[in-house]
């Protein structure tokens, strides 16, 4: 078992581990608190049973939400409030997140303003929450303007997570999770979750829980030290965190989430590292490295076919249009690249340097109007 500390006012722990063990430190952090269980239909039917028996075993009070991106809404916000009053919640109550991020974002946004605010325990079932989504504190829903703009940091009292969880996750939902897992490799930071591919990779692919203890627990470890150190992304150091997501965000607005966020951000990879090589901030090898990793883990460099990628007809100027729009709630047009100073902030960079990054990404000048 692995345990991370995130050092956020007030600090919690990250626990990994594969295995019933794993969840029985959920009932150390609920104590004797009354508690509600928040998931979705397919992670309490197949590992409800664990959760029971972590929780100390008699009947868990559980509220499900439904599925997908559609449910990070205010309704469902609203819905879990409303439950969480109906059955008596207490202000010291405890809302257990039983899920991937939908669960996680809903359940932790609902214990962030229920009763101005209920503790919640994450306790995380895709691999893209356990590296990323669970650890340090974002919660949010979206609105028909667009996704997560209305959240609230909200930091957990604890994260529990067992790996053998993601036995059953579909394979797309992994491939998502390995995308982020790809950018914490490829970070300046990320020589220890490199050096677990590199010797684990057949493993890794089999998602076998005890190799994916250790790489769950070294990508925790960057994302805690980042989250400790610009707990609220006042800073910009959780800004790095966005590496590979500028361009990630904007292929999965113009494709219209047709593929899953772990391939939008694994070519998101791939255009950084060419804009950065664009830019002479890193050189060939860079480049190569970033698309070995992504192959070895099955994950698209190019946007390549179009059937594949969902990318129809979409060409550099949409890509760049979405980007811009995205502007207006940052202030620049801004990516995040590596260079030697390690990943930084690079604003507005030339519109050269773009199209050179959008060609190696297979993305043609303009939409072919399909
Ligand atoms: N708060 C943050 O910091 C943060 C960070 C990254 C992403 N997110 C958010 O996370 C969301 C995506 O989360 P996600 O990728 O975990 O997807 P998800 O929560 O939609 O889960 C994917 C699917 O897998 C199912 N599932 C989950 N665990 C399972 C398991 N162990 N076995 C079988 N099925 C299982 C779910 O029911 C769901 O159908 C997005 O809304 C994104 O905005 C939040």
Redesign the pocket.
């Known amino acids: 078992m692995r345990r991370v500390n995130v050092a956020v006012p007030p600090p919690y722990d990250v626990t990994i581990g594969a295995g019933a063990g794993a969840l029985a430190e959920l009932s150390r952090v609920v104590g004797d608190r009354a508690n509600v269980v928040v998931s979705?239909a397919?992670?309490f039917g197949?590992?409800g049973a664990a959760l029971k028996a972590a929780l100390g075993g008699s009947e868990p009070w559980v509220e499900l939400v439904a599925?997908?991106?559609d449910a990070?809404s205010f309704a469902t916000v609203e819905g879990l409030c409303r439950t969480f009053a109906d059955g008596g919640l207490p202000r010291g109550g405890v809302v257990v997140a039983f899920?991937?991020?939908?669960?996680?974002?809903t359940a932790g946004f609902a214990a962030a303003v229920y009763h101005r605010g209920v503790a919640v325990v994450q306790v995380p079932?895709?691999l893209?929450?356990q590296v990323?989504?669970a650890v340090?504190g974002?919660?949010?829903v979206n609105l028909p303007e667009g996704?997560?703009l209305v959240g609230a940091f909200h930091q957990p009292l604890g994260v529990v997570v067992d790996t053998s969880?993601?036995s059953?996750?579909?394979d797309a939902?992994y491939r998502?999770g390995l995308g982020e897992v790809a950018k914490y490799s490829l970070m300046p930071q990320g020589a220890a979750v490199a050096a677990v591919l590199d010797a684990d990779l057949a493993r890794v692919l089999a998602r076998d829980p005890a190799t994916l203890e250790g790489l769950v627990a070294e990508c925790v470890e960057i994302k805690a030290a980042v989250v400790g150190a610009d707990p609220e992304e006042r800073t910009g150091a959780r800004a790095t965190l966005n590496f590979g997501h500028t361009f990630g965000h904007a292929l999965e607005t113009v494709a219209g989430y047709t593929h899953s966020?772990g391939e939008a951000v694994a070519v998101g990879l791939v255009f950084a590292t060419h804009l950065a090589r664009s830019l002479d901030r890193v050189d060939d090898a860079a480049v190569a490295r970033t698309e070995d990793v992504l192959t070895s883990l099955g994950l698209p460099i190019s946007v390549g076919q179009p059937e594949e990628i969902g990318l129809s007809g979409v060409g550099a100027s949409e890509l760049l249009d979405v980007m811009h729009r995205d502007k207006k709630a940052s202030g620049g047009l801004t990516f995040v690249l590596p260079g030697p100073a390690g990943l930084e902030s690079v604003d507005d960079p030339p519109a050269s340097a773009l199209e050179a990054a959008m060609r190696a990404v297979g993305v043609p000048a303009s939409g072919g109007g399909g």
């Open positions: 979705q397919a992670v197949a590992h599925d997908g991106e990070k899920g991937g991020g939908v669960v996680g974002d079932t895709t893209l929450a990323d989504a340090g974002k919660t949010a996704k997560n969880t993601l059953t996750l579909p939902e998502s966020h």
